[in-house]
């Protein structure tokens, strides 16, 4: 027996129609890591035990061969700017989430950043002539040797 058609029901109004639209106007990003949240710490466990396992195995020859490969200095002796002072950035941690990463690449990409000391005395920085990450994206889990 055929269902009888029901009446289509006119469309209900969101709650907050300027967050719809900004919600179909920003483009999906996923929600920052719960690095406590008991999942996540045992997906990172279980990804460094098959880590370690495999990698204890692993053939150990081709690490061996790129490591007596002669290393090249960077000499930035020369890169200093007219008032001699030579500028260095350094990223330790590039966050756990698109804000917060998009917060510290920002930064690092301004052609010229004001910060303010504990005074409130503004200080003009300008980009270094060398960009140097290291923390966590450098270093993948904790370990005593690093």
Do not use: C
């Amino acid at each position: 027996m055929p269902m009888p058609e029901q009446p289509l029901e006119a469309p209900r109004e969101p709650h907050n129609p300027e967050f719809v639209a900004h919600l179909l106007r920003t483009p999906l990003r996923r929600k920052m890591v719960g690095w406590y949240d008991p999942r996540v710490l045992a997906q990172s466990a279980w990804l460094v035990t098959i880590a370690n396992l495999f990698g204890r195995h692993s053939d150990t020859r081709l690490i061996e061969a790129l490591s007596t490969q002669p290393q090249h200095w960077f000499d930035y002796s020369d890169a200093a700017d007219e008032t001699g002072d030579f500028w260095l950035d350094y990223v330790s941690d590039i966050g756990d989430g698109w804000n917060s990463t998009y917060a510290v690449a920002s930064a690092v990409a301004e052609p010229e950043l004001i910060v303010r000391d504990a005074n409130g005395l503004a200080l003009s920085t300008r980009p270094g002539k060398v960009l140097v990450f290291g923390g966590d994206e450098v270093y993948p889990y904790p370990s005593r040797g690093v």
